[in-house]
C-alpha cells in the first residue's frame, strides 16, 4: 500500500511568513503605473510603548522607455507611499529600449546586490524575481532574462537593477561617442 509520505504533508500545510512581492500597479498622476515594491514598520520605544513609523518603496513608469523609483517615510502608509511617488515621478529616467527588450547584457550594483541583465527573444517574458520585475514591467520591457546575485534585499535590488539601466546604450549612441559611423 502506498502512504503519503513527509514532504506531500507538510507542502499543502504551508506555515510560516507568507512572501509578498510588489502589489498590482495602480494608475497615479499623468499616465503612468505606480508599484509599490515594499513597505516596512519601524518601531521606536518611548515611554508609553511603542511608536511606530513606515518606510515606503515605490516604482513609477510609464511603460515606455522612463521609470524612477523613490523611497518614502511617514507615520502612515498612504502618506508614505504619496511621499515616494512624489520623489519617483522627480528621479524618473530615460532608458533606452531595443523593441520589447534591452540592447545588450548589463550587470547593475548597489551594496553587496548584484542584478544581471540579459536581452530575451520575443515571447520569453519577464524571468525576475518581484522587486526585479517591477521595475523592468513599469519600464515597458515585456522579454528579458535577470539573475540577481548576492543581497536579495528588495530596496538594493531596485536601486542595482537602475544602476545597471542606466549603464544601457543602443548602437547609434556608442558610434555617436567613439567617433565612427556604423
Known amino acids: 500500500m502506498a502512504t503519503e509520505t513527509g514532504s506531500e504533508s507538510q507542502s499543502e500545510g504551508g506555515g510560516g511568513r507568507e512572501r509578498r512581492g510588489p502589489r498590482e500597479p495602480r494608475e497615479s498622476r499623468g499616465g503612468s503605473d505606480e508599484q509599490v ?8 520605544v518611548v515611554k508609553g510603548g511603542r511608536r511606530f513609523s513606515f518606510a515606503a518603496m515605490v516604482v513609477v513608469g510609464n511603460r515606455d522607455g522612463e521609470v524612477g523609483w ?10 508614505a507611499v504619496d511621499k515616494a511617488t512624489k520623489y519617483a515621478n522627480r528621479k524618473r529616467v530615460r532608458v533606452p529600449l ?7 547584457q548589463v550587470e547593475g550594483r ?3 546586490a548584484r542584478v ?3 536581452p530575451a527573444s520575443p515571447g520569453t517574458g519577464i524571468i525576475a524575481g518581484a522587486s526585479v520585475r517591477a521595475v523592468v514591467e513599469s519600464l515597458g520591457i515585456k522579454d528579458i532574462l535577470t539573475k540577481a546575485r548576492g543581497s536579495t534585499n528588495p530596496v538594493n535590488l531596485v536601486k542595482a537593477t537602475f544602476d545597471g539601466l542606466l549603464k544601457l546604450r543602443t548602437k547609434e549612441e556608442v558610434a555617436r ?3 565612427v559611423d556604423l
Request: glycine share 14%.
Open 116 to 118: 544581471l541583465l540579459l
Open 98 to 104: 531595443r523593441g520589447t527588450t534591452i540592447p545588450h
Open 177 to 179: 561617442l567613439r567617433g
Open 37 to 44: 515594491v515594499q513597505i516596512r514598520r519601524c518601531a521606536c
Open 110 to 112: 548597489f551594496g553587496a
Open 70 to 79: 523613490g523611497y518614502g517615510k511617514a507615520v502612515e502608509v498612504p502618506v
